[in-house]
């Protein structure tokens, strides 16, 4: 068993009950590590205060570490290159974060000479996987420990475990949601969300609440497949979004509400809110459908679906994952230009506009009018060979027939 422990540290309940509780049980020395990526920190608490609960839990250390750039400039822009969405709705906000969150467990672990990482996570969800496997993938040699996993502990129970221990705790005995939350959204579980025929609630909502009235109107500029300007406001891309969750989501864009697959096998019923997730994706999209030929683009489709899921189930750190970036970043090499979005009403954007000085768009092909360039004749020849080995069959095989069914 691991003398010291890097543990992966909220500064909610499960975590700081998990400092103590590796303390007494297995006896190791705690270091907490609370990695910033961009969780809003409730109002009347600090990191500060944060750091102060750990050590009252008994942690050696508690280390702070900043990754907000980090998260959007190598994980929140792969995911836009990748129209990530898993099952085709869900932008992978937790599973995003954890690979980030791996990254520094296991950089303090080598520098604080620890065996082991920790995490807060039970047996039924993804984020165990993604800890787990991305440690393993960064660090073979260290072991991962899962006290919340073995504590056999309910909410309850942890209380007061918490209030025998002097761990001031700001949870009390009935949670309604569990929420997890970074700067590509939140995601919300538990509580009356649980019962998947009940509509959402509005009380966990605190990105999309409707405070501007609709439209909305901005453009987004892209560069090689990533934002770089808001109404031709260069931001480094953490405050672009931050920007974008604050305007879209006043207009009560961003909301989801789905059954997802899990990786251990459960339906579960999630709410999200990400606004700034979904317009950058959507945006970016549709820059590429004016700039990607369409093999490349069809192809990348294919791919997107694949490298959402390996995300998801916890492989950002795997070779296939990695495989695939290179394809979608040789994909992105003129995902250049511009998109308007317009947000119309509650929860409703609507692409009104995009354009590119790398666009394959070419208006003399594309037109009705006058100043058609295209080459009608060309067509005959064409459109023959290739029904050809249709027409072909139907001689040969005697054609369908075409009586349409009567009614
Ligand atoms: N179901 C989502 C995922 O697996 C969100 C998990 C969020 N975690 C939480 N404790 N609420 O990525």
């Known amino acids: 068993m691991a003398k010291r422990v890097v543990l992966a540290y909220s500064g909610g309940l499960d975590t700081s009950v998990a400092v103590r509780w590796m303390i007494e049980e297995w006896g190791v020395e705690v270091v907490c590590v609370l990695v910033d990526v961009g969780q809003d920190v409730e109002s009347s608490e600090s990191f500060e205060d944060i750091k102060a609960r750990a050590m009252a839990a008994g942690a050696l250390e508690c280390v702070v570490v900043d990754a907000r750039r980090e998260m959007a400039e190598e994980f929140c822009a792969k995911a836009i290159m990748a129209n ?14 954890r690979p980030v969150i791996v990254r520094h467990l296991v950089a303090q672990a080598r520098k604080f000479h620890a ?20 440690t393993h993938a960064l660090a073979p040699d260290l072991e991962v420990l ?14 007061d475990y918490a209030e025998k221990w002097e761990i001031p705790i700001r949870a009390s005995k009935e949670k309604i949601y ?18 998947p025929w009940a509509p959402p609630p509005d009380e966990p909502y605190t990105l999309t609440r409707v405070t501007a009235s609709a439209p909305v109107e901005l ?8 934002p770089r300007a808001i109404d031709d406001v260069e931001m480094e891309l953490a405050e672009l979004i931050a920007v974008l969750n604050a305007r879209a989501g006043s207009t009560g864009y961003g909301r989801l509400d789905m ?46 679906i694949r490298w959402s899921e390996l995300v998801y189930d916890g492989m950002w750190f795997s070779p296939l ?61 064409f459109v023959r060979i290739y029904g050809l080995g249709v027409k072909t069959w139907a001689h040969r095989q005697g054609a369908k027939n075409a009586t349409p069914p009567s009614s």
């Open 219 to 226: 453009t987004l500029r892209f560069a090689a497949g990533v």
């Open 84 to 97: 990530a969405r898993y099952e085709g709705k869900y932008p992978l906000v937790s599973a995003l974060s």
């Open 115 to 134: 065996q082991a990482v920790a995490h807060g996570c039970t047996g039924k969800g993804n984020d165990q996987v993604r800890f787990e496997v991305g």
């Open 146 to 159: 899962a006290p919340a996993r073995n504590w056999g502990m309910t909410r309850a129970d942890s209380v």
């Open 259 to 304: 059954v997802e697959n899990r990786r251990v096998g459960i339906k579960s019923r999630e709410l999200y809110e990400c606004p700034a997730a979904l317009a950058l994706i959507t945006a970016h999209a549709d820059l590429e459908d004016m700039v990607l030929e369409r093999d490349l683009a069809h192809e990348k489709a294919r791919l997107e």
């Open 321 to 381: 994952k990695e495989a695939i970036d290179v394809f979608i970043e040789e994909t992105q090499r003129h995902v250049t230009g511009e998109v308007r979005l317009r947000f119309e009403a509650p929860g409703l954007l609507r692409i009104v506009g995009r354009r590119s000085p790398k666009a394959l768009y070419d208006y003399g092909l594309a037109t009705y009018d006058a100043a058609d360039t295209f080459r009608h004749s060309d067509s005959e020849g």
């Open 178 to 195: 569990s929420i997890d939350e970074n700067l590509w959204g939140r995601a919300i579980e538990c509580g009356a969300i649980e019962d």
